[in-house]
């Protein structure tokens, strides 16, 4: 009877033991950020400043 109580102890300690398990570890990727260029940004604005300028004649 001791060695049923015995193996279930170290059932029990092993399966929680390894409850969370092994997670496979990925590489994280390579992350391209890619950037508009700097005239873009001015261009948008001055065509709105035009058109509200032209709307006001």
């Given at each position: 009877?001791?060695?049923?109580?015995?193996?279930a102890?170290?059932?029990?300690?092993?399966?929680?033991?390894f409850?969370?398990?092994?997670?496979?570890?990925?590489d994280?990727?390579?992350?391209?950020a890619?950037?508009?260029?700097?005239?873009?940004?001015?261009?948008v604005?001055l065509?709105?400043?035009?058109?509200?300028?032209?709307?006001?004649?």
């Amino acid at each position: 009877m001791k060695k049923v109580a015995l193996a279930a102890v170290i059932a029990a300690s092993a399966s929680t033991a390894f409850a969370g398990g092994v997670e496979p570890t990925m590489d994280p990727g390579v992350v391209v950020a890619t950037t508009s260029s700097s005239s873009a940004g001015i261009v948008v604005p001055l065509l709105l400043l035009v058109v509200l300028g032209l709307s006001q004649l």
